[in-house]
Each structure stands twice: as structure tokens, then as C-alpha cells.
């Protein structure tokens, strides 16, 4: 019942930033766990960042940390990507479920709902 749509991909080169957005409709009870992945071409689906509505508590997986930043505000998702690297390019997904606890690590938890997806490209 939840959707989920996404905007804010592009083209960057090395060093720059953008910013991932994802709206979120439908009818939410209570907190929700809610994450970006990314994949590239030939790659594992990869977790990039995780937040809990219900008290903000984060995830970052280990690539990412100290650059990107995930934030969440009425209905939407964001993910703030900063100096960007040729190996960040992928397709980034946000994605949602519902929570009834602060753990919303994405390399373990299951995400029932997703985006369409948006690709992030980055030149050297």
C-alpha cells in the first residue's frame, strides 16, 4: 500500500554531490524503517544507508561513511551524496517497511517496498 518514487539522480564528476529524494504516499501506521541501496552493472545489490522514523537512529555502510547522508522529513527520504567517487555510480533504490523497533541495519533486515530506482553517474 505504501509507494514509493524517487528523483534526484544525474551526472556528477568526481568530487561532486547530489541529492536523492523519495516521496512516500499511502497509509503509514506507526514508524517505518526506511534505506537506500545502490547496484552497479556486474555488482551486488549493496546497503547504503538506513534511518528509523520512529527515532532517527542511522545506518551507514562502510563506504559511505563520512560522505553520504541519509535524513527523513514528513514524506520524504533523502540521501545527501557528497564527494562522490567513480565507484559510487550504480542504480540507487530507496526503499521502506514498517518498524516496531529501532534496527533497520539494511544488510540484514527485509525491505517489502521500493522505489523505481534512479542512476547516479560519476566521470573521473
Known amino acids: 500500500q505504501v509507494q514509493l518514487v524517487q528523483s534526484g539522480g544525474g551526472s556528477v564528476q568526481s568530487g561532486g554531490s547530489l541529492r536523492l529524494s523519495c516521496v512516500v504516499s499511502?497509509?503509514?501506521?506507526?514508524?517505518?524503517?526506511m534505506a537506500w541501496f545502490r547496484q552497479a552493472p556486474g555488482k551486488m545489490r549493496e546497503g547504503v544507508a538506513a534511518?528509523?522514523?520512529?527515532?532517527?537512529s542511522t545506518y551507514y555502510g562502510d563506504s559511505v561513511k563520512g560522505r553520504f547522508t541519509i535524513s527523513q522529513d514528513i514524506n520524504m527520504l533523502f540521501l545527501q551524496m557528497n564527494s562522490l567517487k567513480p565507484e559510487d555510480a550504480a542504480m540507487y533504490y530507496c526503499?521502506?517497511?514498517?518498524?516496531?523497533?529501532?534496527?533497520?541495519?539494511?544488510?540484514?533486515?527485509?525491505?517489502?517496498?521500493w522505489g523505481q530506482g534512479t542512476q547516479v553517474n560519476v566521470s573521473s
Open positions: 526503499a521502506a517497511d514498517p518498524a516496531s523497533a529501532d534496527y533497520c541495519d539494511p544488510t540484514v533486515r527485509q525491505f517489502g517496498t
Open positions: 499511502g497509509v503509514i501506521r506507526g514508524s517505518l524503517c
Open positions: 534511518i528509523y522514523t520512529g527515532g532517527g
